[in-house]
């Protein structure tokens, strides 16, 4: 059985609060920290003098990865500020960097590393772009690769105080703006990406990805969903945090200098058509926002999911948790940091630096796996709460760590999986599946029959000994729903040769079918906790069950556990012969509660 998994946030909770573990020390001024993404474990560590040094074994390389302090102009906010490695470095061995000249302008070069990985070749340098800078601050100077293989730059407004050149609305400037170039199809020049979304407006350039940005001094994309996340440091009062989804085309105006935060800046501003930030704080919290990453480690489990920023003035770290459209924060850890930056290592582990001290450290959290209320749901229908004998699924953190599934190769299912158990009020459920698709990850579980008639069960997630919190779950007496083939079409079974119902094969008028179901409810002959449902005699569903094709009435011949599978119901019925043709909506409805409508093919 191909059971949907569907789109879903769950609203997790935080199990524990984060602790910072020194890595390294002796960094000056450190403004980025980069991996190579070569396989070698080591983290570049960008100081706003000019020099990169490397992270290497444990420890800091005596020589410089790169000297450029000849030509770097470091004070304020100004210098070496960022460091980008392509795709495919490892072959290449050119990486990117973006740093402040001698006469204060950015630049964007590329260089070359030598025949030893631990050193670059200074003379390599290939200046791709030269951006005019009007003041010393809001130079920006993130440089990163998307998902999509294309640099990003990230350029504050030009400076001085609220935009007076008003660049951040201008899509002729570069300043204020996230720019999209490609500089690898032609190595040593800056291509412009033909989708980029202004290549074709007279008056714009076509290098801007988005624009209406003060001073993104740190954005970074999540490695599992593709999701860009923007820090944007504020004016006088407010700091901010974007998100913009990996199905954006670009082209999104994030409000400066109408808007400070989700306030106007300007008087009687519009925010038709702006994209509003999903965090902000004012400077009560701190003055100047660094933005982070969504962890997606193995190290802290009990983290995944959640990205990570701080502020350099109040060092404090606070933690953003999206649950569909809404995105929840919170403060996680007050520290003396001045934060400068964060960092990810190949293995997805997070870094931040503490510029008053010159030092790395490595953020920490959480082992034990993280969920809430709202992320136990029916796996059939993804209606939130549980039903004692049926399966249930929670999306969850820290259940599994590698993308993919894993199934429990027998029946009855087994009481751990994975290193994961579950139990439910006390009682060990039997575990059939984890999984880990692009980030989400998720358990599913069969219900113990014992908590049948309580109103609410506390379910606890163990992984390798760490226990979650235990999360209150609504139980209900039945909840169906009808599982699908896509989150859509249900599985629906031609009785005749169990061969399923399609486009091709739909139902007959007057013919038996079957379907796959959850949440029907009790049942006569309860079988143990994780064993399949039995053939002799059948365990049939106490309630009433009905079955609507079209809105039209099924004769239901059986409606209980779906013999030999665990948690599972099965549902026979045949088709009236009144029912209309092509798509229709199949309904299973269960002690009187209706599930959600699905799809059935019918001739």
Known sequence: ???????????????????????????????????????????????????????????????????????????????????????????????????????????????????????????????????????????????????????????????????????????????????????????????????????????????????????????????????????????????????????SHGGENYGWNLMEGMHCFKSGCQTTGLVLPVAEYTHADGCSVSGGFVYRGNLSPGLRGIYLYGDYCSGRIWGIERQGSTFNNRLLLSTAFGITTFGEDEAGEMYLADASKGTIYRIEGSRAPRFSPAGVVNPASFVAGMVAGSLATVFAAGVRDAAGSQVADRVPLPPMLGGVSVTVDGIAAPVYSLSNVNGQEQLTFQVPWAIAGRSQAAIVLIRDGQASSAVNVPVTDTQPGVYTSDGTQAIVVHNADNTLVSAARPLSRGEFAYLYASGLGNVSNIPPDGAGGPSSPLSAVTSDVRVTIGGVACDVQFAGLAPGLDGVYQVNFRVPSEVGSGSQDIVVTAGGVAGSAVKVQVE
């Open 1 to 247: 059985m191909r059971v949907a998994l569907g789109f879903i946030f769950a609203a997790l909770l935080y199990s524990q609060d984060i602790r910072t573990v020194p890595v390294a020390n002796g960094i000056s001024a450190p403004t980025d920290i980069q991996n190579a993404g070569d396989g070698s474990g080591r983290l570049f560590l960008v100081q706003q003098n000019g020099l990169i040094r490397i992270l290497k074994n444990g420890s800091v390389l005596p020589a410089p990865f790169l000297d450029i302090r000849s030509k770097t102009h470091a004070d304020g906010e100004r210098g070496l500020l960022g460091l980008a490695f392509p795709p495919g470095y490892s072959q290449s061995r050119r990486f990117y960097l973006n740093y402040t000249d001698l006469n204060g302008d950015t630049i964007i070069a590329q260089y070359q590393t030598t025949a030893n990985p631990d050193v670059a070749d200074a003379a390599s340098e290939v200046v791709l772009t030269k951006i005019l800078q009007p003041f010393a601050n809001h130079n920006g100077g993130q440089v990163r690769f998307g998902p999509d293989g294309y640099l990003y730059i990230g350029m504050g407004d030009g400076g001085s105080g609220g935009d007076p050149m008003g660049n951040g609305q201008n899509l002729g400037a570069l300043l204020g703006k996230l720019l999209r170039v490609d500089p690898e199809s032609s190595p040593g020049q800056l291509s412009i990406p033909p989708d980029n979304p202004f290549v074709n407006r007279a008056g714009a350039r076509p290098e801007v990805w988005a624009y209406g940005l003060r001073n993104p001094w740190r954005f970074t994309f999540d490695r599992a969903t593709r999701d860009l996340w923007i820090a944007d440091v504020g004016q006088d009062t407010y700091e901010e945090v974007n998100f913009t989804p990996a199905s």
